[in-house]
């Protein structure tokens, strides 16, 4: 101690710790111009404070830099502080809150963050047993119900040959039902898929089946030698549709359509529905789409059309 308060007893001692408890950190040449001394009182005081732990050196560069340690700190704060600014000069977290406040905040926030997600956990339940919002009905809403179920999962594109209307005019009936939650939509590769929910199955039965009745997928039948095939074109259209394509090997859409006089949308509504058959395939050239007979389809031709 006698050590200590022979170093403190100097003149430039009390105005350096007072400096450095003021501003932290200070460099050399700012404590030489602050206290109107030279560099080297500045370097030879340093070292004598350094060597009693009550400083730390840097260098910066060509810069020196000195820092307040605790131990000069509290040795200022016990010789040349009146109490109240010792207080003053603590932190206020320090000297307002508890060492385990943080501990309640975060205690309380894990607590309302369990009572939210028990809350939202007894609304998700409470909208899934209420009513399901009133979808708007498009004309082609009973149909996609029907498809959907009696298919389990249909392609966006196939769903859309079905149903004689475009990809594009598909999605936005599929879209209003699915965010009524009927519908529900999945991935095969990169294609969409679409297939009824929990929700869409019981509403179709509800809807469209006797009580307690459940529609089974339709199984394939064998097809007999000469009997008309079962398909979802007008029986006319089939005729002549089969037969240009029995007299012709491939054929564009569009001279298919000037020679049985028919508009182009109808006309792919029909080979579509065909490909899906079994009784046309398709082959696209340099973007130009080209049917012809399938086995299948040609089986059938020369049994209907040749004499």
Do not use: W
Request: hydrophobic share 35%; charged share 30%; proline share 6%.
């Amino acid at each position: 101690m006698d050590t200590l308060e022979s170093v403190f007893a100097r003149k430039n001692f009390q105005n350096l710790l007072q400096l450095l408890y003021q501003e932290k950190t200070v460099r050399q040449k700012d404590i030489a111009a602050a206290l109107g001394i030279s560099k080297g009182v500045v370097c030879l005081n340093m070292n004598e404070l350094d060597a009693l732990g009550f400083v730390q050196q840097q260098k910066e560069g060509r810069c020196k830099t000195y820092r307040l340690l605790e131990k000069g700190a509290a040795y200022y704060e016990t010789n040349y502080l009146p109490p109240t600014e010792c207080e003053q000069a603590l932190p206020a977290a320090e000297v307002t809150q508890p060492p385990d406040y943080l501990t309640g905040v975060l205690s309380q926030l894990t607590k309302s963050l369990a009572k939210l997600e028990e809350l939202a956990k007894a609304l998700r339940a409470q909208q899934e047993a209420g009513p399901r919002p009133p979808v708007k009905q498009g004309r082609h809403f009973e149909t996609i119900l029907r498809l959907l179920y009696e298919n389990k999962t249909l392609l966006k594109n196939d769903l859309a040959a079905r149903l004689g209307i475009s990809p594009g005019n598909t999605f936005l009936h599929i879209k209003r039902m699915i965010e009524a939650g009927y519908v529900e939509e999945g991935r095969d590769n990169i294609r969409r898929t679409y297939r009824l929910s929990p929700a869409g199955a019981r509403y179709y039965e509800e809807h469209h089946l006797p009580p307690g009745q459940k529609a089974k997928p339709p199984e394939p039948k064998p097809e007999k030698r000469g009997e008309k095939p079962v398909t979802v074109v007008n029986e006319r259209n089939f005729a002549n549709i089969m037969r240009v394509l029995y007299e012709t090997e491939d054929i564009p859409l569009s001279d298919l359509c000037a020679r049985l006089d028919r508009p182009h949308g109808n006309m792919y509504r029909d080979m579509q529905n065909l490909i899906l058959e079994g009784f046309v395939k398709k082959e696209t050239v340099k973007h130009c789409n080209y049917y012809a007979l399938s086995d299948q389809g040609r089986q059938y031709c020369e049994q209907r059309f040749a004499e």
